[in-house]
């Protein structure tokens, strides 16, 4: 086989920073020319996804005494690898997806195995059908794309993969989720979750890989947290109320001792149980007084040694409680200054070589290589060597008007004036997700390299910080929320970084109705919305949320509001009740075939304000659901922004 040569990749870096023009948006966009590298149990090769012409994804594997080269194994078209992961030191488990289709539908990722030199090729699950009509042997033993892989194989149980079964009811909705075993030497599958409680969603597995928590719904609007107990009969573990802090199992090691989260004061932290009763002692492991912790376990193939944990602090880093790999990590940061580096091994005790994984605010992700016995660093591969480096991102925090701590990330401008800044507050969608992350990002990375500062901000309602911040965001879409990203506009242009003057608010999903009651509220420039909620009684209305019937009778009335004892709230923060208000530059982007945010939300703002003659700018992207994933979409979208932004936002020269 032709063999790609990474350095030759890693050359475009240098010239790309020679650049006197910025990225063009197709840099910006395309995919990574080399992501989701993993080491084999012996440290000897590395197996990676790489995609040199931006167009096809192909599995390669590495060896990690000729790093430079990569042998390409196997390559789909039409179709991205997802992840890749070693079932030993000979053979290879690989996920793949077809490219979204038009409707944005979520498209499972289909099963393939191989050995280490591209022979014994076999698919387990196709993704794209749900009942082949191809008649090929091949595809009639494949699994319907319902099926998918659960966990990464094990070196502890070495030819096994176990799988994720997605079971819908009579109305196609997700019902509860099944577990088996396969054996890709022999094609034989055993079923691991017969006698199971009624509509369990996920699993935890013991060190045998059998199940031992299972998580379901209470069927009102919490959870619960099933065992199975030493008489091998399943028992509630643990209930959790929608509104209260919970204890949620995530492994259990040989000993048959599980790592659970922890409420500690509000935030999640790591412990470990003396055994699986839920009134086990445990012991505190990691934890923080600012984030709540969904931390990354390091352990041990052979010991099964907790040895280190990896979580999204400022930036992302890790504890680690073994000494040879802590001193690995202080020679790495000091040979790698400015970014974070995460390392990653299986054998990480017995084999000397260990993968690390750089981020940089300023760059995307590199991929390197540290032999702890030799001290070398050697280079494997930038994710996207093209792009020049970007911009620093600083991390920052302010108080809201109430006095609740407000996170932020600022994306200082390229070539920057003297003075205040013209400003993009990115608003990131969810809500209920964290939003700001230090590594490089490619929107704000995009929004700096146009001359623009870029402010982003973890309002009340977003999680990662608590249970007193994401709680203080209950029933406020509009109000108090909304006064969170105002308030850390007043911090920027208090701190001398932005014009006032020169704001626009962007936003996608909860970030584009944010961008929309921006605008109505007189202080931005402009607005660009895209998926935008403009009435928050469809979004909690049956007739027209995609929202399972369990979230629209309990969580999005505690988060959002009540349709009926809050009716007048969820009219009045609505966008489509601010006709009047609504004044100034308006980009609205959405998708036609949207089944979160129908298009009549975007299309019935758009005619009320036509009608009051002010019109906005409009696209709806055909065959494009809650996102836009065709390529040529994403592109033009894109440009649209970036021509209305200079129209209504330009830096002065």
Request: a neutral charge; proline letters at 8%.
């Amino acid at each position: 086989m032709t063999l790609l040569d990474l350095r030759a990749l890693a050359l475009l870096l240098a010239a790309a920073a020679a650049q006197a023009t910025p990225p063009s948006i197709e840099d910006f966009q395309r995919p990574p020319a080399f992501s989701g590298p993993v080491l084999s149990p012996d440290g000897r090769h590395i197996a990676a996804i790489v995609n040199p012409d931006g167009k096809t994804t192909a599995l390669a594997v590495i060896a990690t005494d000729k790093p430079g080269e990569a042998t390409p194994l196997k390559a789909f078209g039409q179709a991205d690898i997802r992840s890749v992961h070693w079932i030993d030191n000979e053979r290879l488990a690989f996920t793949v997806r077809p490219r979204v289709d038009g409707e944005g539908r979520a498209i499972g990722a289909g099963l393939w195995t191989l050995d280490r030199q591209g022979g014994s090729l076999r698919q387990w699950v196709n993704p794209s059908t749900r009942g082949s009509r191809e008649d090929t042997p091949q595809v009639k033993r494949a699994l319907d794309a319902n099926w998918s892989l659960f966990q990464a194989p094990d070196v502890a149980r070495p030819g096994e993969l176990v799988l994720r079964h997605y079971v819908p009811n009579v109305q196609r909705e997700l019902s509860y989720v099944e577990l088996a075993r396969l054996d890709p030497s022999t094609g034989e599958r055993k079923l691991l979750t017969e006698g199971a409680p009624d509509h369990v969603m996920d699993w935890v597995l013991d060190a045998a890989g059998n199940p031992a928590f299972a998580f379901s719904s209470n069927g009102r609007g919490g959870s619960l947290v099933h065992w199975r107990t030493p008489e091998g009969r399943w028992a509630v573990w643990h209930e959790q109320a929608d509104d209260e802090p919970y204890r949620r199992p995530l492994a259990i090691d040989r000993a048959g001792r599980p790592y659970l989260l922890v409420n500690e004061n509000g935030r999640m932290a790591l412990h470990r149980a003396d055994n699986l009763a839920p009134d086990a002692p445990t012991t505190r492991l990691a934890g923080s007084t600012v984030y709540s912790l969904w931390p990354r376990l390091l352990r041990d193939a052979d010991s099964d040694d907790l040895l280190g944990v990896q979580f999204d602090a400022d930036v992302p880093q890790t504890a680690w409680f073994a000494p040879a790999l802590a001193g690995a990590q202080a020679e790495i940061d000091r040979r790698l200054p400015g970014a974070a580096n995460l390392i990653s091994c299986l054998r990480c005790l017995a084999v000397p070589t260990v993968l690390v994984t750089s981020f940089s605010d300023r760059r995307p992700v590199r991929y390197f290589l540290f032999n702890r016995e030799t001290g070398q660093l050697t280079g494997l591969a930038a994710s996207m060597p093209w792009m020049p480096e970007g911009r620093p991102r600083q991390v920052a925090s302010t108080a809201a008007r109430d006095g609740l701590r407000l996170p932020l990330i600022v994306t200082h401008p390229a070539q920057p004036t003297p003075g205040p800044a013209p400003t993009v507050l990115l608003v990131h969608g969810g809500p209920w997700v964290r939003g700001n992350h230090w590594p490089w990002q490619p929107e704000p990375q995009f929004y700096a390299s146009r001359g623009y500062l870029v402010l982003e901000v973890d309002y009340r309602g977003s999680t990662g910080y608590g249970v007193r911040h994401e709680r203080a965001g209950d029933k406020q879409w509009g109000l108090k929320m909304q006064d969170d990203l105002d308030d850390a506009v007043a911090w920027a242009v208090k701190q001398g970084l932005t014009d006032p003057k020169r704001v626009c608010i962007v936003g996608a999903s909860y970030g584009g109705y944010a961008a929309l009651i921006g605008l109505s509220r007189g202080q931005m420039a402009c607005a660009v919305a895209s998926l935008a909620p403009t009435d928050l009684t469809k979004l909690t209305s049956r007739h027209w949320s995609d929202a399972r019937v369990e979230t629209l009778a309990y969580s999005l009335p505690r988060r959002l509001g009540d349709p009926v004892v809050d009716a007048a709230q969820l009219k009045a923060s609505s966008p489509i009740q601010r006709i009047d208000q609504l004044q100034g530059p308006l980009l609205m982007l959405y998708g036609a075939l949207d089944t979160r945010v129908p298009l009549a939300h975007g299309t019935e703002l758009r005619d009320a304000l036509t009608a009051a003659g002010r019109p906005p700018e409009f696209v709806a992207y055909p065959n494009e659901g809650h996102g836009f994933y065709k390529w040529e979409h994403q592109q033009d979208a894109w440009r649209r922004i970036d021509a209305f932004l200079a129209t209504h936002l330009a830096p002065k020269p």
